[in-house]
């Protein structure tokens, strides 16, 4: 608690000569804070990505991962991210990584945040609480085959898609080129074009990746599911070549003559 004192000299002659007054601010220790950012993984909805900041004036004791089954929520588990840190951290945690979670069984979790302040006991202060369900390994399997299915769907009607850009492409290029002279309003048609057919190029590489990773995450060794992601690395480096090639043409279109 704050104090108000004083201090004064006495002899013989003089008493309380001079009393100085003083007064001692106590300023309590505040509870550490805490702050959360989440992304789900774009393959994998399973997996979450956390971003966290923490600050405490006394400093961070410890920075943990708290988990537990929602059958028995007396049952805490944890896992420590970082220890021993300044006033301010800043630390990141894939969910559910390497935790021992259970096939079938719902979670509950949380992160804390712990401080130094060893007069009050080490104060805390927790995130909120967030749901997981981990799914046994047949789950699992069939929520890959899933995946894979919506992936190849994706993937098709990103393809038809993208013959269809490049046939306006084409006609819009044969077209620019029966001309004469090309108007302001010809060249903003090319550049759009050009750009959508980048943007398709672009949709198409990430619905390859997408499924290249998840043919990667399947424990089964295919040598045909090997052959598949062998072509899904060759067309998706082709189609990231397609998209230099049209951001170069893009950039080049007004420099460029009719043959060229």
Do not use: H, W
């Not at 401080?115 to 749901?131: L, P």
């Not at 290249?212 to 295919?222: G, H, Q, V």
């Amino acid at each position: 608690k704050p104090l108000n004192y004083s201090i004064a000299t006495s002899n013989a002659i003089a008493k309380n000569y001079e009393q100085l007054n003083f007064k001692i601010q106590v300023t309590k220790d505040e509870y550490p804070e805490l702050s959360i950012e989440t992304k789900t993984d774009s393959i994998d909805d399973a997996v979450i990505y956390y971003r966290g900041q923490v600050a405490d004036d006394y400093g961070i004791k410890k920075i943990q991962v708290v988990y537990y089954q929602e059958s028995t929520p007396d049952q805490l588990q944890s896992e420590v991210i970082a220890s021993n840190r300044g006033t301010f951290d800043q630390f990141y945690f894939v969910f559910p990584g390497n935790l021992p979670l259970k096939g079938g069984a719902t979670y509950q979790y949380y992160f804390e945040v712990i401080d130094n302040d060893a007069v009050n006991n080490f104060k805390s202060t927790k995130s909120q609480t967030y749901g997981f369900t981990k799914l046994t390994e047949e789950q699992e399997e069939d929520q890959q085959l899933k995946n894979q299915k919506e992936s190849l769907s994706n993937l098709e009607k990103s393809l038809e898609e993208q013959n269809k850009q490049q046939e306006k492409l084409q006609e819009l290029s044969q077209e620019q080129l029966e001309k004469k002279q090309r108007g302001f309003n010809d060249k903003k048609k090319l550049e759009q074009a050009l750009e959508n057919q980048q943007e398709q190029e672009q949709k198409m590489r990430q619905q390859i990746k997408r499924l290249k990773d998840n043919l990667e995450r399947s424990p089964d060794e295919d040598p045909i599911k090997e052959q598949l992601i062998d072509r899904m690395e060759k067309s998706e480096e082709q189609l990231k070549q397609n998209e230099e090639l049209l951001k170069e043409l893009k950039e080049y279109q007004d420099k460029l003559s009719p043959e060229e």
